[in-house]
């Protein structure tokens, strides 16, 4: 098996992973642009298939309000999303991605902020020290539960 990163890859080429998620939590290619082009970002290939994604934006970024994120916070970065295509899930690469995208993410911030909206993401969480926090029963109306975490990262 052959895994290669890209920290950029078109935004078309992005959308396939939008299907992961239900319609409420779906973005338009000009919103993900939008959050994109301030993020940190890692895309994992397959042999040569796209394969997985994830992105956070960093507080300087952030341009509207996050539930439970303090707003006087400023030395988080949010992790917005996270997905494998259905092809690579239930093989253990989840925590491939998140290891490669922490390694991108470096020192310069002192938490990652995220809400696990799938079971199979806690442990992957966990695995990299996160503590868990409230839980949202139906997270923007999309049926899933969110549970709010940090990552201290020093
Ligand atoms: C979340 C996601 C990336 C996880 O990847 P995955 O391929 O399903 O999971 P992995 O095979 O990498 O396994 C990760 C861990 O979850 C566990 N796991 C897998 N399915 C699980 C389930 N249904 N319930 C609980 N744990 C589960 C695995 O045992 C593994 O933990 P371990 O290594 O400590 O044993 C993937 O399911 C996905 O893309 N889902 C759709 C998009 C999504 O919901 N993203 C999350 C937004 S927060």
Redesign the pocket.
Same mark, same amino acid.
């Given at each position: 098996m052959k895994i290669t990163f890209f920290n950029q890859i078109p935004l078309e080429a992005t959308m396939i992973f939008e299907h992961?998620?239900e319609p409420e939590l779906r973005l338009e290619g000009c919103d993900k642009a939008a959050l994109l082009k301030n993020s940190i970002a890692a895309w994992m290939f397959i042999d040569d298939e796209p394969a997985?994604e994830i992105y956070g934006v960093g507080h300087a970024d952030i341009n509207e309000e996050i539930p439970d994120v303090d707003p006087k916070d400023t030395e988080y970065i949010y992790?917005y999303?996270?997905?494998?295509?259905p092809k690579?899930?239930?093989? *253990?690469?989840?925590?491939i991605?998140m290891a490669y995208w922490l390694g991108q993410v470096g020192n310069k911030f002192k938490t990652i902020d %995220?809400?696990?909206? %799938?079971?199979?993401?806690?442990?992957?969480m *966990?695995?990299f020290g996160a503590k868990f926090f409230s839980t949202h029963k139906n997270w923007f109306d999309s049926g *899933?539960e %969110?549970m709010y975490c940090k990552i201290y990262l020093s």
């Open positions: 992961l998620f997985g992790l999303s996270m997905g494998l295509l690579f899930q239930g093989k *253990r690469l989840s925590k991605l %995220a809400h696990c909206t %799938a079971e199979s993401i806690v442990p992957v *966990r695995t *899933r %969110a």
